[in-house]
């Protein structure tokens, strides 16, 4: 029988990329006439990609792509900020990076006018004082008022942009992936966007984004690869210092998946003849010097450096040796004149400090003194080849070599193995955080789980419409297997025999460029979705003007805490308090931001408490709705003039006044308010 051939180990190496400077573009005539050609930003949390919404060939791809990052010592001129592609290696600058995120809403502003500023500049806007294009801006899902407004501040009084559009970028690529496909608006599915630092959860109906429910998952990219540095540190703490972060993004990139069954695949990678043949090896750069891997000449040039530096070691140590003898031979001889000259008690005295008994012992001493400073004088003055020899013959047997330089035998393990990093189980397990944040102690629900909550509230035939379309995009998507993983975790959530399709973009990273150039192109600059400077000054930075890809405006309702036992009113005369009705659009009901949103079930269980009208006499209560009218009396029980409403005594238990017929036991009613979207 034929020995079975070992496989063949994957050993990989890291590119580590280094960015180069953006080069200044100029404006081409085609962006100029015959109107302003809108500039296309989007402007992501991890990338940051800008071009022109052309049709012109050279012009129908983002010129500028760069990381969503500036860096700038503390006390260094504005002028001295490094950005995106300027930044050639992001390690040594790791603790100076900025960036104007929060997660995926954008709140440092200082930051994003650099970043606008490296935008205008390198696409060659050289009009002074102002930016006279129209701008396409992406932003977050639900992106909350203030971001907004600061936004608009920013565009029409710093740069002062004519017109300005928003738009959510998962939207912009899903749109543009199902006008590729001839699907065109308005569609209805449920869009899977997981970016880089938080991934969501986007339902959209008839083309129109429902922004009550959806839902963020605060988990993304960066969380994926921090969990995948923290593993390999822990594996390989003799490098920790080289597997950073920029290293974890690109094996992510180049070598992890999406395990289709997660349990099932781990188990698979206890056999070893599968880890040694899907195991890859990453190896990291190491000094060659120290492997001993040099040619002929190189070693034979080695050699005769150590045998000169042998030499002279040897060489050196005879003169301190001769030396030494010397000044020995020369007190002995200062001794014998004492004795010569007839000096016998301090003669006797310094043979005592020499440690000798007689005249005699002195002589033999020096006899032998001065034999050994003569051969040393003769060997330094009269050094042959045959000391040569010697010396070669010890630097070939390696004593020599060994005792002056024990860094120059040959090493006991393989160098290039040692800084080898064996990736295995580590390539499926980083991306299952997407799907089990528990793995990186994330108290929250993954994606699957996240997307089943958001189907539970809608009714059993808007669920199978949204199903039909469930579609993919933003860079983590890019995982080897993620499509098949979203399909099996749907075919066990999903009734028997439902229908249901899932697809993932074209070009996950890039396509909500091309779907936001693609919404340019198709609607004119002042049509429906474009804000202009004359509505920023009208109706404030607040404003959005919606379209098919852009946030939509939802009813929220701000909770107000009760009041506390020290803030209640003292008993008093009944005051009558009348505010009017307050305007509310009925959308789904869900708590963003510490908001609560209105929902249509809220709508329906108030509308059948004003037809119902009971009245509860049990002591459940709620806050006073600004919608009614609600009078207090001196004393606890109800007021004779206002027989339907509780008075507010001077009793121990809060205020409290009827709404809407009866009383329950949810949650204090909200003032309502209309805003445009809310933080998630």
């Known amino acids: 029988m034929t020995a079975k051939a070992a496989p063949t180990c994957k050993i990989f190496s890291f590119n580590d990329f280094r960015s180069t400077p953006d080069q200044i573009f100029e404006i081409d005539p085609a962006c100029l006439q015959p109107n302003a050609v809108p500039i296309i930003i989007d402007n992501g949390s991890f990338q940051t990609r800008a071009g022109w919404a052309c049709t012109a060939d050279q012009l129908s791809a983002p010129l500028l792509q760069f990381k969503t990052v500036a860096a700038r010592s503390r006390g260094a001129a504005r002028s001295e900020t490094q950005i995106?592609?300027?930044?050639?290696?992001?390690?040594?600058?790791?603790?100076?990076?900025?960036?104007?995120?929060d997660r995926n809403v954008v709140v440092n502003f200082e930051i994003q006018e650099l970043m606008f500023d490296y935008i205008f500049l390198h696409l060659g806007i050289g009009t002074?004082?102002?930016?006279?294009?129209?701008?396409?801006?992406?932003?977050?899902?639900?992106?909350?008022?203030?971001?907004?407004?600061?936004?608009?501040?920013?565009?029409?009084e710093c740069y002062r942009v004519p017109h300005v559009s928003y738009g959510v970028d998962a939207l912009y690529s899903f749109c543009h992936n199902n006008r590729k496909q001839g699907m065109e608006p308005p569609q209805t599915g449920l869009v899977i966007s997981s970016g880089y630092h938080c991934s969501h959860i986007l339902p959209v109906i008839?083309?129109?984004?429902?922004?009550?429910?959806?839902?963020?998952?605060?988990?993304?990219?960066?969380?994926?690869?921090?969990?995948?540095?923290?593993?390999?540190?822990?594996?390989?703490?003799?490098?920790?210092?080289?597997?950073?972060?920029?290293?974890?993004?690109?094996?992510?990139?180049g070598h992890s998946y999406t395990a289709e069954h997660y349990h099932e695949e781990l188990e698979k990678w206890r056999s070893g003849e599968f880890y040694e043949q899907e195991v890859h090896r990453l190896q990291l750069p190491f000094s060659s010097k120290l492997l001993g891997s040099l040619s002929a000449e190189e070693r034979q040039e080695k050699r005769a450096q150590q045998l000169r530096r042998l030499q002279e070691v040897n060489a050196r140590r005879r003169e301190e040796r001769l030396q030494q003898d010397q000044e020995r031979l020369d007190t002995l001889l200062s001794v014998q004149e004492l004795w010569e000259d007839g000096h016998l008690e301090l003669f006797h005295r310094r043979l005592v400090e020499l440690n000798m008994d007689s005249a005699e012992e002195l002589q033999s001493y020096i006899s032998k003194l001065s034999l050994a400073v003569e051969q040393g004088r003769q060997h330094i003055l009269h050094s042959d080849t045959a000391d040569s020899?010697?010396?070669?013959?010890?630097?070939?047997?390696?004593?020599g070599v060994a005792e002056m330089e024990p860094e120059l035998s040959e090493p006991v393990f393989n160098m290039a193995e040692y800084h080898q990093l064996l990736v295995g189980t580590e390539r499926l397990r980083a991306p299952e955080v997407l799907f089990q944040p528990a793995l990186i102690g994330e108290q929250q629900t993954g994606l699957m789980e996240t997307l089943q909550f958001v189907l539970d509230r809608y009714t059993p035939e808007q669920q199978a419409a949204l199903v039909r379309c469930v579609f993919l995009t933003g860079g983590n998507v890019q995982f080897p297997g993620m499509k098949e993983r979203v399909e099996r975790e749907l075919l066990a959530m999903r009734p028997f025999q439902s229908h249901f399709q899932v697809s993932i973009a074209s070009r996950p990273a890039l396509d909500a460029w091309f779907g936001a150039r693609d919404w340019a192109l198709q609607t004119g600059v002042g049509g429906p979705g474009w804000v202009s400077r004359q509505d920023y000054e009208e109706k404030g930075g607040q404003y959005l003007s919606e379209h098919w890809a852009s946030n939509a405006a939802v009813s929220l309702r701000v909770s107000k805490p009760a009041p506390r036992a020290s803030e209640v009113p003292p008993a008093g005369p009944a005051v009558a308090v009348a505010t009017a009705p307050v305007a509310t659009a009925p959308v789904a009901t869900d708590q963003v931001g510490g908001l609560w949103v209105r929902g249509q079930e809220d709508e329906e269980e108030e509308e059948g408490q004003r037809e119902s009208g009971q009245e509860d006499s049990q002591s459940e209560f709620e806050a006073p709705d600004p919608r009614v009218t609600v009078t207090t009396g001196p004393s606890g029980g109800r007021d004779p003039q206002q027989p339907g409403l509780r008075s507010n005594g001077c009793s121990s238990t809060p205020p409290h006044a009827r709404v809407s017929g009866t009383f329950r036991e949810t949650p204090p009613p909200h003032p309502e308010v209309n805003l445009w979207s809310g933080g998630d």
């Open 84 to 101: 995106g592609n300027d930044i050639s290696n992001l390690e040594p600058l790791r603790w100076l990076l900025k960036s104007q995120f």
């Open 128 to 156: 002074e004082g102002s930016v006279d294009h129209p701008l396409v801006l992406t932003e977050a899902p639900c992106n909350p008022l203030h971001c907004r407004q600061m936004m608009s501040e920013l565009l029409f």
């Open 206 to 253: 008839n083309g129109r984004l429902d922004g009550g429910h959806c839902k963020r998952v605060n988990v993304g990219g960066s969380q994926v690869a921090s969990y995948l540095q923290r593993l390999l540190q822990l594996k390989y703490p003799g490098h920790q210092a080289a597997v950073t972060l920029s290293r974890m993004e690109e094996l992510l990139q």
């Open 389 to 399: 020899k010697t010396e070669m013959s010890e630097l070939e047997d390696g004593d």
